[in-house]
């Protein structure tokens, strides 16, 4: 019998996998299982896929694996399964979709992660607690009431997280002799793992928790709830009631959703449970292990952003999305995946059930819900005493603004200060002013590599391009006409200076990208907006995510036109859920909420119905004009961008790809364009794009999957850079 052939996933932009023969020493070799292999002149590591009988490349010219890595698959069957239907409905190479799922540590060809150390009580720890005598020193205390409890003992990096312990502490412990150094290991899988009890559900929670937990098989749950709802406490519920039938969790998370208050309250609900948690900022060894422990099964609750929907689990039970809205799950470069409709396939194919929380639904899951294929469990109150906030606009043509700020705000802040309210202000731009005009020649500072305007920075006096980085000094004068610069319009750092000059005795503290850019910073200024220090809290797009401000008694929108007019097929839908979100903040404790909304159209339909039809009624609404015009949810599209250091090279290459789209079959598809992107040129490169569109997914799949080998063979495809995003966010 001749040997097999093996089909190797390789990280390499090659759409198909890689044929190899066996390694000469005698190994089984199974689906899964990674192997070093000889690639061009050096050596790779990949994942074998599948034994074939036969290659198109002739056995002799075929080279021999070198030596297989793993004794027994590391992937099972399943999970290379969901990862080889992520390759083909994204159009993306295997071999990088591979590499996305795995830690790269296991990429480069290690195995188990390096032991960590872990640091636990002794007898005489526990006895100093409870004499009290470590009162003096309260930070050391802290640190030893932790790890009381946990007979396995905690790692450095979340003592340092959940115990702010330092170095320091950690060696004063130490050398008294309070606490030891053992190897880490995971906490004891104990039978039933017994939550701490949580609060009483409300009956909307109850009924949500009842209807999730009581389903079998796979299925999909809306989660509709305001911020504050109680879905975080629904979710964990869900969770203790999986890990109660020996099964685990999978709770994905947005980028800036991973907060440290979520893991604390997840750690102090389950204080007996394995926990992994998958982010972007691990060292490679804390992620290896972090996936070992999921896939082993010793990690029975794994939490996590984005690429974590990939991460192996032994005893799949549940799979929850949070925010499932929001854009970070999408993926905007190279595999371009969304991880929110993975979670969802992949529930399917395991038949458990997925849950989709958010206050803020996207349009596919609110249209998913309407057609009955999700099921839709809503949350219509907040858990606590405060109702709804009172939502006004204010016109901002009868009411002109200095430095973004009107009289009718200018005194509802007053009034909300001067009553112990705290103040949260929202505009989405930052810097000083997004604009350096010249009235003498009405010219304006503009990026020399990209088409858009400099932003004044005025705490680093530098213009600043948002696009592509660039910066240059302050110039004196209009280098047109040597006239006088203005800066027009708003920016964070500009509202910043106007409201300490209205409110000097009211703390302001600004959060943006500027200002939270050091480690560790934006929970400085978290800890002051909790402790009450700060009044005034103002900020970006990092205002509406998941942040808990229970003092915050007026919420004040700066611009709300910014989102009213984009050109973009989700303009609206962004709109509508940053607005939601951020008036969410206000009046979370006990005291009930104001919103004020400044905007040049008060008339504007959608801004009313926004206001005072809330979310569901706004989203019927615009989904009705989503279907008129044949977008998502009514259609399916895929974005073939393209750029180069010419418009006629990209535009060229969408030509080219149009014309083989041409002699494919079409039926169900339409093109549209080539056309230039919204912003034609971004860092000295020229972008184009070419718009796919079908009412049926499977015709878009069918046709993807014959055109996209031959957009690789174009001559165009060599001078310009170009990518395929199927489901694209954004089509302009
Ligand atoms: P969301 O995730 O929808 O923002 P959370 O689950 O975080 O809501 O709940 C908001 C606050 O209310 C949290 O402090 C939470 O502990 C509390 N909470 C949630 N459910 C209840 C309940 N049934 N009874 C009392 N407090 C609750
Ligand atoms: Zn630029």
């Known amino acids: 019998?001749?040997?097999?052939?093996?089909?190797?996933?390789?990280?390499?932009?090659?759409?198909?996998?890689?044929?190899?023969?066996?390694?000469?020493?005698?190994?089984?070799?199974?689906?899964?299982?990674?192997?070093?292999?000889?690639?061009?002149?050096?050596?790779?590591?990949g994942v074998i896929l599948e034994l074939a009988e036969d290659s198109k490349i002739p056995r002799d010219r075929l080279r021999r694996i070198?030596?297989?890595?793993?004794?027994?698959?590391?992937?099972d069957a399943k999970l290379m399964a969901l990862l080889d239907w992520a390759a083909t409905y994204y159009q993306h190479p295997p071999g990088e979709v591979y590499a996305a799922a795995l830690p790269r540590l296991l990429r480069r060809g290690r195995g188990?992660?390096?032991?960590?150390?872990?640091?636990?009580?002794?007898?005489?720890?526990?006895?100093?607690?409870?004499?009290?005598?470590?009162?003096?020193?309260?930070?050391?205390?802290?640190?030893?009431?932790?790890?009381?409890?946990?007979?396995?003992?905690?790692?450095?990096?979340?003592?340092?997280?959940?115990?702010?312990?330092?170095?320091?502490?950690?060696?004063a412990l130490a050398t008294k002799g309070l606490i030891e150094k053992v190897r880490a290991t995971s906490p004891p899988l104990t039978g039933q793992p017994a939550p701490r009890p949580g609060p009483i559900l409300n009956d909307a929670q109850r009924a949500a928790v009842e209807q999730i937990t009581g389903s079998s098989g796979y299925g999909v749950f809306l989660l509709e709830g305001v911020t504050g709802s109680g879905k975080t406490e629904v979710y964990l519920q869900c969770v203790a009631a999986e890990l109660s039938r020996g099964r685990q969790a999978l709770l994905l998370v947005p980028e800036i959703g991973l907060t440290p208050q979520l893991l604390e309250r997840i750690r102090a609900r389950f204080p007996t449970v394995g926990l992994a948690v998958m982010h972007s900022s691990l060292s490679d060894g804390q992620r290896l292990d972090a996936w070992q422990r999921a896939r082993r099964g010793e990690a029975r609750i794994v939490v996590g952003t984005r690429s974590a929907v990939f991460t192996p689990l032994a005893d799949p039970g549940i799979i929850i999305v949070d925010e499932?809205?929001?854009?970070?799950?999408?993926?905007?470069?190279?595999?371009?995946?969304?991880?929110?409709?993975i979670a969802v396939w992949r529930a399917h194919q395991l038949d458990i059930t997925a849950v989709l929380g958010s206050a803020t639904p996207s349009f596919e899951t609110l249209f998913n819900s309407m057609s009955g294929r999700y099921r839709k469990l809503a949350l219509p109150e907040r858990t606590g005493a405060a109702g709804h906030p009172s939502v006004?606009?204010?016109?901002?043509?009868?009411?002109?603004?200095?430095?973004?700020?009107?009289?009718?705000?200018?005194?509802?802040?007053?009034?909300?200060?001067?009553?112990?309210?705290?103040?949260?202000?929202?505009?989405?731009?930052?810097?000083?002013?997004?604009?350096?005009?010249?009235?003498?020649?009405?010219?304006?500072?503009?990026?020399?590599?990209?088409d858009a305007r400099l932003v004044l920075h005025r705490d680093r006096n530098r213009l600043v391009c948002h696009h592509c980085g660039a910066e240059r000094s302050v110039p004196a004068e209009c280098p047109e006409c040597k006239g006088t610069l203005y800066p027009l319009g708003q920016g964070t750092e500009r509202l910043e200076n106007a409201l300490q000059?209205?409110?000097?005795?009211?703390?302001?503290?600004?959060?943006?990208?500027?200002?939270?850019?050091?480690?560790?910073?934006?929970?400085?200024?978290?800890?002051?907006?909790?402790?009450?220090?700060?009044?005034?809290?103002?900020?970006?797009?990092?205002?509406?995510?998941?942040?808990d401000f229970p003092a915050v008694t007026l919420v004040a929108v700066i611009d709300a036109d910014q989102g009213l007019f984009g050109t973009d097929f989700r303009a609206a839908e962004r709109l509508a859920q940053s607005f939601v979100q951020v008036a969410g903040r206000a009046g979370r404790g006990d005291r009930a909420g104001e919103v004020f909304v400044q905007t040049l159209f008060p008339e504007h339909p959608l801004l009313r119905l926004l206001v005072q039809g809330g979310y569901e009624q706004f989203a019927r609404e615009a989904l009705l004009e989503r279907k008129a015009a044949a977008w998502p949810p009514y259609s399916h599209l895929a974005l073939l961008r393209a750029e180069a250091s010419r418009a006629e090279i990209a535009q060229d290459f969408l030509e080219a790809a149009r014309r083989q789209a041409e002699g494919l079959d079409l039926s169900d598809i339409t093109l549209l364009g080539p056309a230039p992107a919204a912003m034609e040129?971004?860092?000295?490169?020229?972008?184009?794009?070419?718009?796919?569109?079908?009412?049926k997914r499977p015709a878009l799949q069918r046709f993807l999957a014959g055109w996209r080998p031959l957009l690789a063979e174009l001559r165009e495809a060599r001078t310009a850079r170009w990518s395929l995003d199927v489901d694209p966010l954004e089509a302009d």
Not at 516 to 532: D, F, H, M, N
């Open 1 to 45: 019998m001749a040997e097999p052939i093996l089909k190797v996933a390789l990280d390499a932009p090659v759409m198909q996998a890689f044929d190899y023969l066996p390694p000469t020493a005698p190994v089984s070799l199974r689906p899964g299982q990674r192997v070093s292999v000889p690639f061009r002149s050096g050596e790779r590591v």
């Open 66 to 75: 070198r030596v297989c890595l793993d004794p027994e698959p590391l992937l």
């Open 112 to 171: 188990e992660a390096a032991h960590q150390h872990a640091w636990r009580t002794t007898a005489a720890g526990i006895a100093a607690l409870g004499e009290g005598s470590l009162a003096r020193a309260p930070a050391q205390a802290r640190i030893l009431t932790e790890l009381i409890g946990k007979p396995w003992g905690m790692p450095m990096e979340e003592l340092r997280r959940f115990g702010a312990a330092t170095a320091k502490t950690i060696r």
């Open 324 to 341: 499932e809205h929001d854009a970070s799950f999408k993926q905007h470069e190279g595999f371009r995946y969304s991880a929110r409709d």
């Open 392 to 450: 006004h606009l204010i016109d901002l043509r009868r009411h002109t603004p200095t430095d973004g700020l009107s009289a009718p705000l200018l005194a509802a802040i007053g009034r909300h200060l001067g009553e112990g309210g705290q103040v949260l202000l929202y505009l989405n731009r930052r810097g000083f002013a997004p604009t350096l005009f010249c009235p003498g020649c009405g010219g304006t500072i503009d990026c020399k590599r990209c």
């Open 501 to 547: 000059m209205h409110f000097p005795d009211a703390p302001a503290e600004r959060l943006d990208r500027d200002t939270t850019r050091r480690r560790g910073e934006l929970e400085e200024r978290l800890a002051r907006v909790a402790s009450g220090r700060a009044r005034i809290l103002l900020g970006t797009q990092m205002l509406t995510k998941g942040h």
């Open 681 to 695: 040129r971004r860092a000295g490169r020229f972008r184009a794009q070419l718009l796919l569109q079908s009412p």
